[in-house]
């Protein structure tokens, strides 16, 4: 059963608090996320619950740092269950251009849909290893131009329409999918942030304020990202995914997805 959701608006004391620390105002605002409460935060949470900045990071991270990993090939069928399409069983639902896919299209012909690496695999040059090459909650089923044309670029507003991207854009340096998929990548981009902190082998990775990352293991733009995080709530898709992913495969959450207050709480 999907999280039971209560949501409430940020008090005008946390804004206030916010000033005083002397946050600067994004030049992309958006309506603040509302909190919310979740029928994990007793247990799954608990740690986590009343904690802000560094120390809700560090919380988030050991909660969800445990988790089942599965293998890269593994993730074909992995996705086929947690990107089903909800009104045709057969096809799944693609990132960036939305279109419903036939699950039996996985490859990578012309027509195809692969494995996106949303957090760009190249960004700490992670690869398709087993840990944060293969960890469903950043890896999603794309068209296979509309991926190439992707690439490893960061994200950012602005550029040419992605030819048939479903309203996604590209430009020289950065990519910005349709608006229906930008929280949901913004968010599956701070579960990486917090998820992989250098203490495992791999990189840590953090977002920052910029472009052309390259192979170094960052991923911008934080402010571009907040902004979608709070422009595109979380759907109903992404809930199940979510839970999807809990309880049949990893056993890890992404606590964005829960609680999309917390970007703001900890960037």
Same mark, same amino acid.
């Given at each position: 059963?999907?999280?039971?959701?209560?949501?409430?608006? %940020?008090?005008?004391?946390?804004?206030?608090?916010?000033? =005083?620390?002397?946050?600067?105002?994004?030049?992309?605002?958006?309506?603040?996320?509302?909190?919310?409460?979740?029928?994990?935060?007793?247990?799954?949470? %608990?740690?986590?619950?009343?904690?802000?900045?560094?120390?809700?990071?560090?919380?988030?991270?050991?909660?969800?740092?445990?988790?089942?990993?599965?293998?890269?090939?593994?993730?074909?069928?992995?996705?086929?269950?947690?990107?089903?399409?909800?009104?045709?069983?057969?096809?799944?639902?693609?990132?960036?251009?939305?279109?419903?896919?036939?699950?039996? =299209?996985?490859?990578?012909?012309?027509?195809?849909?692969?494995?996106?690496?949303?957090?760009?695999?190249?960004?700490?040059?992670?690869?398709?290893?087993?840990?944060?090459?293969?960890?469903?909650?950043?890896?999603?089923?794309?068209?296979?131009?509309?991926?190439?044309?992707?690439?490893?670029?960061?994200?950012?507003?602005?550029?040419?329409?992605?030819?048939?991207?479903?309203?996604?854009?590209?430009?020289?340096?950065?990519?910005?999918?349709?608006?229906?998929?930008?929280?949901?990548?913004?968010?599956?981009?701070?579960?990486?942030?917090?998820?992989?902190?250098?203490?495992?082998?791999?990189?840590?990775?953090?977002?920052?304020?910029?472009?052309?990352?390259?192979?170094?293991?960052?991923?911008? %733009?934080?402010?571009?990202?907040?902004?979608?995080?709070?422009?595109?709530?979380?759907?109903?898709?992404?809930?199940?995914?979510?839970?999807?992913?809990?309880?049949?495969?990893?056993?890890?959450?992404?606590?964005?997805?829960?609680?999309?207050?917390?970007?703001?709480?900890?960037?």
């Amino acid at each position: 059963m999907l999280a039971t959701r209560i949501r409430r608006w %940020k008090s005008v004391a946390l804004a206030t608090a916010a000033v =005083l620390v002397g946050l600067a105002v994004p030049a992309v605002s958006a309506t603040p996320a509302a909190a919310t409460t979740t029928d994990y935060d007793s247990t799954y949470y %608990k740690n986590a619950i009343g904690k802000s900045g560094t120390s809700l990071k560090s919380a988030l991270h050991t909660i969800i740092s445990s988790q089942t990993k599965i293998s890269y090939s593994a993730v074909w069928n992995a996705l086929k269950v947690t990107d089903q399409d909800p009104n045709n069983s057969n096809n799944v639902i693609l990132l960036y251009s939305g279109v419903s896919r036939a699950k039996s =299209l996985n490859g990578g012909d012309v027509g195809d849909w692969n494995r996106e690496h949303v957090w760009a695999k190249s960004h700490g040059d992670f690869g398709e290893v087993t840990g944060p090459g293969t960890d469903l909650h950043h890896l999603r089923p794309a068209d296979v131009q509309v991926n190439s044309i992707r690439g490893n670029l960061d994200f950012d507003n602005g550029g040419s329409a992605v030819t048939n991207g479903g309203g996604s854009t590209v430009d020289s340096d950065s990519f910005a999918p349709r608006a229906a998929d930008r929280g949901d990548v913004a968010r599956m981009i701070l579960y990486m942030a917090v998820r992989y902190e250098g203490d495992d082998g791999f990189a840590d990775l953090e977002p920052n304020e910029k472009v052309n990352n390259g192979s170094n293991p960052y991923m911008g %733009k934080l402010s571009v990202l907040k902004a979608w995080n709070e422009a595109d709530p979380p759907s109903a898709f992404e809930e199940n995914r979510n839970q999807v992913i809990y309880d049949t495969y990893q056993h890890n959450r992404n606590p964005f997805i829960d609680h999309p207050e917390w970007v703001e709480a900890i960037w």
